[in-house]
Structure formats: C-alpha cells, structure tokens
C-alpha cells in the first residue's frame, strides 16, 4: 500500500501516477559528483543519471501496463534510489501474475538491443574521437540497462527474479508452498548479498540486503498465512471472479455495522443480527471485492443473472 509519505507527484499518464521520493535527490548528488572523472562537464553527469531514471521509469511502466492487460490494478509508480516500485494488483492467479512481473525486465530487454545499435553507430561515426562525452553516454546507459537487467533477474525474493520464480513455481505448487519456497531461497540470496556487502564494505549493498530480508520475511509470514487458509473446508458451488478460489465455509465475514461475524454465503450476503445486506463480497484469498452474484458459475457479466437465466 503507497502511502504518499516523504514523496511528490511528478505527473500522470495512462491513469498511472509516478511519484518520486525526496531521498532520490540527494543519492542523486551523490552518484553525479562521484562520477565527475568520466565526462569534461557535469552536465553529462546529470544526463546519465536522468537516463538511468528514464530507464527505472520504463521499467515500472512495464510492470503496470502488464497487469492492466489481464485484468488487475496498477495506478501507482514510485521512484526512490534503490530503484522504483510500481504498485501493482494483479488477479491472484499465476498466469496474470508471472505476465505482471516478467514484463518489467522485458523491457530492459527491448532496449539493450537498441541502445547497442546506437553504441555501434556512434562507434562507426567516429563519435569516439570527435564527440566523446556522448560516446561514453550512450555505452554507459546500455551497461546500466543490462546490469539492471541481470541485478532484477536473480532468482532472489523479492527481485524481479524471485517473484517470477514464485510464480513459475505456483502452477505445480499453488499459492502458498510457491511463495514459501521463494521467500526460503530469498533468504540464502539476502546471506550472499550481506556476504557482499562485506567484502566490498558497500552500505548501498548492505541496504539492499537489507530491504530483501524485510520482504522475505514479509512474504514468508504470508505463505504461512496462506497455508492455513488453505486447509480450511471450501463451499461449492462458488468461486472467486478474480482468483477462481472456492469461498471458505465459516465465519469469517465481519458486519461493519454491528460487528457480527457471519458467513455471508450461507446467509446470502445478508448479516444475521442487524439484516444489514452486502451486495459485494471480499475473497479472504486475494482481498478482491465483487457482487456476490458474480462468485456464481455462469454468471454473465454485464447481465446480472446467470447464463442458465438469459432468455428465459
């Protein structure tokens, strides 16, 4: 959940509001003035650093124009200096949600071969010689296009690469076991970055490590989470419209007008003390909202009754 805190919004385009956090600005002093050696002005300092920003930018988009594509929710980018988030909400399903993930470092895909024909014109044109501030722009943004590209991939929690990995591994596994898997491999990813950061005594190592070993944690107490929803007895003749989940069979259901917990299937959306009536339902396994009309079999959206209904 994007708080807002500490961040300010830079524009919207495509529904999709990008934000930019104020540390970003002094890692960004930061980064320029140590790079002063590579180029004869600052400038190019300034534009390397705004391309690295352009390509962070674009790989967030990836991500929430993927998700927007099977279904889900993403309206949301942050840009922050260990990189960028994009605030996606994809349908809990593992198909919806490996497009969502793989799409990011897709696009570092798309533009390494891009930014190589670039480099290769430029070298043909002599570019190193007559320009070479610009020379040395365009190969240092295809370097940092690929070490992002190779940084995101790795198969660590909760990187690019671990969380295709979970997904991946949902199909055989399912919702929970994938995730706990992930985040236990995660884990022994956070050890070698910790091992790293020592040798090379990086803080910015050491903060990525950091961060890793937060959302593992995070992610494995969801899987535990999880398991346990998933070995309660689950109603027939329903499912989720979003995540396909069959509804569980108890109480778990809360009234928000007199607080009696009640299972809305069994009453049919209507609370049991104050006959307060629900018309949308929450599924306890991916938090999506919908008429309840709509976790029946058959239901043809748009109609509001159910396919065995149209005609009649």
Not at 242 to 256: D, I, Y
Request: with cysteine; proline share 6%; net charge positive.
């Amino acid at each position: 959940m994007f708080s807002g805190q500490g961040s300010f919004r830079i524009f919207r385009i495509a529904g999709i509001t990008v934000y930019l956090n104020w540390t970003w600005f002094l890692v960004a002093v930061f980064e320029i003035q140590t790079r002063g050696r590579h180029y004869t002005s600052p400038l190019w300092n300034i534009l390397e650093y705004l391309a690295l920003f352009g390509i962070v930018l674009l790989h967030e988009f990836g991500h929430a124009l993927a998700c927007r594509s099977v279904g889900g929710k993403a309206d949301t980018i942050l840009l922050w200096p260990l990189g960028g988030v994009a605030y996606v909400d994809p349908p809990q399903r593992p198909g919806a949600t490996l497009w969502s993930i793989a799409a990011g470092p897709l696009v570092n895909v798309v533009l390494a071969p891009i930014l190589y024909a670039a480099l290769q014109f430029a070298r043909a044109a002599h570019w190193r010689a007559t320009m070479p501030n610009a020379y040395l722009l365009i190969g240092a943004i295809l370097t940092t296009d690929v070490a992002l590209l190779i940084f995101n991939i790795l198969p660590i929690y909760p990187l690019d690469g671990g969380q295709i990995l979970r997904s991946l591994l949902w199909f055989p596994l399912g919702r929970a076991r994938s995730l706990l898997v992930a985040s236990v491999l995660g884990f022994v990813g956070v050890a070698g970055f910790i091992a790293l950061a020592l040798y090379l005594q990086s803080l910015w190592t050491g903060i990525i490590a950091a961060y890793a070993a937060m959302n593992c944690w995070s992610g494995f107490k969801q899987a535990q989470a999880l398991r346990k929803l998933e070995k309660i007895p689950r109603r027939t003749g329903f499912a989720c419209p979003s995540c396909h989940t069959a509804p569980p069979v108890g109480l778990f259901w809360t009234c928000n007008q007199c607080s009696t917990r009640f299972d809305t299937f069994e009453t049919g959306g209507i609370c049991p003390s104050c006959a307060t009536r629900f018309t949308n339902t929450m599924c306890l396994d991916c938090r999506h909202q919908a008429p309840t009309a709509e976790w029946q079999p058959g239901f043809v959206p748009g109609t509001g009754v159910l396919s065995s209904q149209v005609g009649a």
